[in-house]
């Protein structure tokens, strides 16, 4: 069937700007995917998972202009041991990054992948996106499998003695960033993957996850705090028996982000955590696309999105889990919740449940609400300033977002950052 008119022209203009890498062993997956951008087109209103987000600007032929945001924090995760690669507006910067080299894992670019003919990453690049096409189809994933030209490539064999830092900085007002990582992790291996900054004036990721039998992955994402950024980012993940991954996605400022997320529960016992945290103020829209599809049997997800929205700050949620027929025994949560602090702003939510199996226990919610009267009362009568109270409920209301990380360290720092953000805006 022929695209409309409207999405044929502007697809046609986004890929007039750009420039397919060519040769090496992603070379195949690379022209897969650029024809899966062709048939789909690029998102539009009128696309039903898009109804909620504007996407013009994700996918005009130019990156709008943003601001370089300046201050004098610290970088997220700036008191963590950890190994940093750094990319500035989406180019591996080798001088501020460590050498690519630790025990129990193997770390190889992008961009060096394509001059190889045999490489691991053949097995994962595009193909689990590919798989996260149906039955939502998702064209700016495609988009970035067929033209990103740098990422990393990491092989988790052992358990690694620190983090791997993913370190994005932003240095031109505007500069299009697109990169493309995979992720496999062997049995019985276990990693920790951190992500921060605000990677470009607009950003386009993708992130592949082939976590083995056994295997265990902890993923922890800090998006920057430059304002006038815009992001789309894509997490395929797909799990082996008894393997653990659990996520969890911090989001301050930024005109548009949309994070999306395809988890796969392939294996037998396999556990699969999502989670999500925000705080927007202002021209601030704020979009998670959810979808986990259980394929096996005595398996658990739990999906937990909080989101405090102020000032005309808009936040979405679409969250799915599809149980398919044999997953008996499944455990699936999800909740997504915003707290408005005034009445400007407002939170869309599309939660759903599929479910063709008779053992199950799914559940979903979703509300929206302003600050606990009674107990901003019960503060301010203990002698807590108004403002101080606010903020302490606006930390209760997010901590269950938060208590989803398995680092106690780390989710101390996230807090650090939550509790800065707001003093900042009393």
């Not at 650029?34 to 998102?43: A, C, D, E, I, K």
């Not at 060096?112 to 189809?137: N, T």
């Not at 950024?229 to 548009?256: D, I, M, Y």
Request: aromatic share 6%.
């Amino acid at each position: 069937m022929a695209l409309p008119e409207l999405k044929q022209s502007a697809t046609e203009a986004r890929l007039a700007t750009m420039e397919l890498p060519t040769g090496g062993c992603l070379k195949a997956a690379r022209q897969a995917a650029l024809s899966r951008v062709q048939t789909m087109g690029l998102p539009t209103r009128r696309d039903e998972y898009w109804k909620y987000t504007r996407p013009e600007t994700l996918v005009s032929a130019e990156a709008n202009t943003a601001a370089v945001f300046d201050h004098d924090e610290a970088p997220m995760f700036d008191g963590q041991d950890r190994l940093k690669i750094v990319f500035v507006d989406g180019v591996f910067d080798a001088e501020a990054s460590d050498e690519l080299a630790l025990e129990g894992v193997q770390i190889d670019r992008i961009e060096d992948i394509c001059c190889k003919d045999i490489h691991w990453a053949k097995d994962v690049y595009g193909v689990l996106e590919a798989r996260g096409q149906s039955p939502v189809e998702r064209p700016l994933a495609a988009l970035n499998t067929a033209f990103a030209a740098d990422g990393v490539a990491i092989h988790v064999t052992g358990t690694p003695s620190k983090p791997i830092n993913l370190i994005y900085i932003h240095a031109e007002e505007q500069s299009d960033a697109i990169l493309h990582h995979v992720i496999r992790v062997e049995p019985g291996a276990e990693a920790t993957i951190l992500e921060n900054g605000p990677a470009a004036s607009r950003f386009n990721k993708c992130v592949e996850i082939d976590v083995a039998d056994t295997g265990k992955l902890h993923l922890v994402r800090a998006q920057g705090r430059d304002h006038e950024r815009r992001a789309a980012t894509h997490l395929f993940a797909r799990l082996g028996a008894e393997s653990v991954f659990k996520s969890f996605t911090l989001t301050v400022n930024g005109v548009l982000t949309r994070n999306e997320a395809v988890i796969e529960l392939t294996g037998d016992d396999a556990i699969a955590h999502i989670a999500g945290a925000c705080v927007g103020d202002g021209e601030f829209h704020h979009d998670d696309t959810v979808f986990i599809t259980h394929d096996a049997v005595n398996c658990e997800s739990r999906q937990v999105f909080k989101k405090v929205l102020r000032n005309g700050a808009t936040g979405v949620f679409q969250g799915k889990i599809l149980v398919k027929d044999g997953a008996q025994k499944t455990d699936g949560y999800q909740i997504s919740q915003s707290l408005m602090l005034d009445e400007d702003s407002q939170f869309l939510a599309k939660p759903e449940l599929e479910i063709y199996a008779d053992d199950v226990a799914c559940s979903h919610g979703s509300t929206s609400g302003a600050i606990d009267e009674n107990a901003l009362f019960y503060l301010r009568a203990r002698g807590v300033p108004k403002e101080l109270a606010t903020d302490l409920l606006t930390l209760s209301f997010l901590a269950e977002a938060v208590e989803e990380i398995e680092s106690a360290e780390i989710a101390e720092d996230i807090n650090a950052r939550l509790e800065g953000w707001l003093a900042r805006r009393r």
